[in-house]
């Protein structure tokens, strides 16, 4: 009987070790977002080097979606376009117009059309369920002024091996563009006590390539991020509306 006890407890010590990693690493991540989050407002940190022009940006949102549905709509590269007021334009390449367009490298978004002709693709071109996989896309971006038609031809990797315990990542880099730099990731995890909701965390770097003021900077990407995100929830009413009517 005592062996017993002792294994039993020797076995709830260890499923605490297991777990409480993952609580400390959840908690870790910016825990000066959480009043934000406890109002269902959207969290943005913008900063900046001195004397720089990369600005590093954070961002804490949630969802109250499960997290399959949210992955879909941040995955949807077409139609960024159409969702966000910060874009004019967003599209999916296949992998052959991504490698002629980093062997060429276009020098403006005028070559970028030229080069690649008007062929498309469906914004999970490629897609493994489940695994992990290649995405390349553009984003044309239609910013505020200084900040106005900035583009980028990015590769991504999407994560999705983890999909069952409800977690994906989403990692960019851009090789292609006017921007000096625009890089980052972004990944989606459950909510600690609250079933069916979704996290979205992520952090980029940008550098448009030319000087600007950085209390401009901080305004228009804190606005950005928010504004996409309330954009996101309004998709995703929308489908959700959809599919209860389909179901009734």
């Given at each position: 009987?005592?062996?017993?006890?002792?294994?039993?407890?020797?076995?709830f010590?260890?499923?605490l070790?297991?777990?409480s990693?993952?609580?400390?690493?959840?908690?870790s991540f910016?825990?000066?977002a959480?009043?934000?989050?406890?109002?269902?407002?959207t969290?943005?940190?913008?900063?900046?080097?001195?004397?720089?022009?990369?600005?590093?940006?954070?961002?804490r949102?949630?969802?109250?979606?499960?997290?399959?549905e949210?992955w879909?709509i941040?995955?949807?590269t077409?139609?960024?376009k159409?969702?966000?007021?910060d874009?004019?334009?967003?599209r999916?390449?296949?992998?052959?117009?991504?490698?002629?367009v980093?062997?060429k490298k276009p020098?403006?978004?005028?070559g970028f059309?030229?080069l690649?002709g008007?062929?498309?693709?469906p914004?999970?071109y490629g897609?493994?369920?489940?695994?992990?996989w290649?995405s390349y896309i553009?984003?044309?971006?239609?910013?505020p002024?200084?900040?106005?038609d900035?583009?980028?031809?990015?590769?991504?990797?999407?994560d999705?091996s983890?999909?069952?315990k409800?977690?994906?990542?989403?990692e960019?880099?851009?090789?292609?563009?006017?921007f000096?730099?625009?890089?980052?990731?972004?990944e989606?995890?459950?909510?600690?006590?609250?079933?069916?909701w979704?996290?979205?965390?992520?952090e980029?770097?940008s550098?448009?390539g030319?000087?600007y003021p950085q209390?401009?900077a901080?305004?228009?990407?804190?606005?950005?991020?928010?504004?996409?995100?309330?954009?996101?929830?309004?998709v995703?009413?929308e489908?959700?509306g959809v599919?209860?009517?389909?179901?009734?």
């Amino acid at each position: 009987m005592r062996l017993i006890k002792a294994i039993q407890a020797f076995l709830f010590f260890l499923s605490l070790l297991a777990f409480s990693p993952v609580c400390r690493a959840y908690d870790s991540f910016h825990p000066e977002a959480e009043e934000t989050l406890q109002k269902g407002e959207t969290w943005v940190e913008v900063t900046f080097k001195k004397h720089e022009y990369k600005a590093h940006t954070t961002t804490r949102a949630r969802y109250p979606f499960p997290v399959q549905e949210v992955w879909r709509i941040l995955i949807d590269t077409n139609t960024y376009k159409d969702r966000y007021s910060d874009y004019s334009d967003s599209r999916t390449l296949d992998k052959n117009q991504f490698a002629l367009v980093v062997r060429k490298k276009p020098d403006s978004i005028r070559g970028f059309y030229e080069l690649i002709g008007g062929q498309d693709f469906p914004s999970e071109y490629g897609r493994k369920p489940g695994g992990v996989w290649t995405s390349y896309i553009l984003q044309r971006f239609n910013l505020p002024w200084p900040l106005n038609d900035r583009w980028a031809v990015s590769k991504v990797k999407n994560d999705e091996s983890q999909g069952s315990k409800g977690k994906y990542r989403y990692e960019y880099e851009t090789l292609v563009g006017n921007f000096k730099t625009l890089e980052g990731y972004w990944e989606l995890l459950p909510v600690p006590g609250k079933p069916g909701w979704t996290e979205f965390r992520g952090e980029y770097d940008s550098d448009p390539g030319i000087q600007y003021p950085q209390f401009l900077a901080k305004s228009i990407f804190r606005a950005s991020m928010k504004k996409s995100v309330e954009a996101n929830k309004k998709v995703l009413e929308e489908k959700s509306g959809v599919a209860k009517r389909n179901v009734e």
